[in-house]
Antibody, heavy 121, light 109 residues
Framework: QVQLQESGPGLVKPSQTLSLTCTVS??????????WSWIRQPAGKGLEWIGR???????DYNPSLKSRVTISADTSKNEFSLRLSSVTAADTAVYYC?????????????WGQGALVTVSS | EIVLTQSPGTLSLSPGERATLSCRAS???????FAWYQQKPGQAPRLLIY???SRATGIPDRFSGSGSGTDFTLTISRLEPEDFAVYYC??????????FGQGTKVEVK
């Protein structure tokens, strides 16, 4: 059974960098069959796709966040990470890591439980 | 960016009734790359439908998806108590960003 688990600080100061890690178990982030993504959801609001990582090293980002976002991976730890710089209160949200599968036509088939990150001084 | 607009915002129905949820795209979407998710309070979303009409693993057959181009529909044939939740559509075409609709809440009437 695939499991994804987000970890990282729950509180970040404005203008600083938000950093989260997703640890994957039950599957390899080196697999050619999946993308690995970050998606966020402000409280009471909808979902926003942040970006994705592929084992080849390819990354794609939401253009609205592209200048501030970096997604990277550590295959030795089977983890991938999100860095979002210059955060503001508008970046306060639950952040989900997720697996995007080719055999579900690139839909998200597994989600982490989510990590609440609050941007506040 | 493709904008997805879901309607209605809230659907008030009773258990056993049929639910029809709509998602309209601002431009044509490749049907292969369209999905529906269910989200309950405090939980991550769950994949229901991918490729516009294929049920994900373990999803009951009372859930069905249809549509193409700019208009897509999620139908729940007979609402069970556990189906009351928020539903999101998503498109994931060739170019980012992959976008979600704003959600439809199915609540108990």
């Amino acid at each position: 059974q695939v499991q994804l688990q987000e970890s990282g600080p729950g509180l970040v100061k404005p203008s600083q960098t938000l950093s989260l890690t997703c640890t994957v178990s039950g599957g390899s982030i080196s697999s050619v069959n999946y993308y690995w993504s970050w998606i966020r959801q402000p409280a009471g609001k909808g979902l926003e796709w942040i970006g994705r990582f592929y084992t080849s090293g390819t990354t794609d980002y939401n253009p609205s966040l592209k200048s501030r976002v970096t997604i990277s991976a550590d295959t030795s730890k089977n983890e991938f990470s999100l860095r979002l710089s210059s955060v503001t209160a508008a970046d306060t949200a639950v952040y989900y890591c997720a697996r995007v599968a080719f055999n579900t036509a690139l839909a998200v088939d597994y989600w982490g439980q989510g990590a609440l990150v609050t941007v506040s001084s | 960016e493709i904008v997805l607009t879901q309607s209605p915002g809230t659907l008030s129905l009773s258990p056993g009734e049929r639910a029809t949820l709509s998602c309209r795209a601002s431009q044509s979407v490749v049907s292969s790359y369209f999905a529906w998710y269910q989200q309950k309070p405090g939980q991550a979303p769950r994949l229901l439908i991918y490729g516009a009409s294929s049920r994900a693993t373990g999803i009951p057959d009372r859930f069905s998806g249809s549509g193409s181009g700019t208009d897509f529909t999620l139908t729940i044939s007979r609402l069970e108590p556990e189906d009351f939740a928020v539903y999101y559509c998503q498109q994931y075409g060739d170019s980012p960003p992959w976008t979600f609709g704003q959600g439809t809440k199915v609540e108990v009437k």
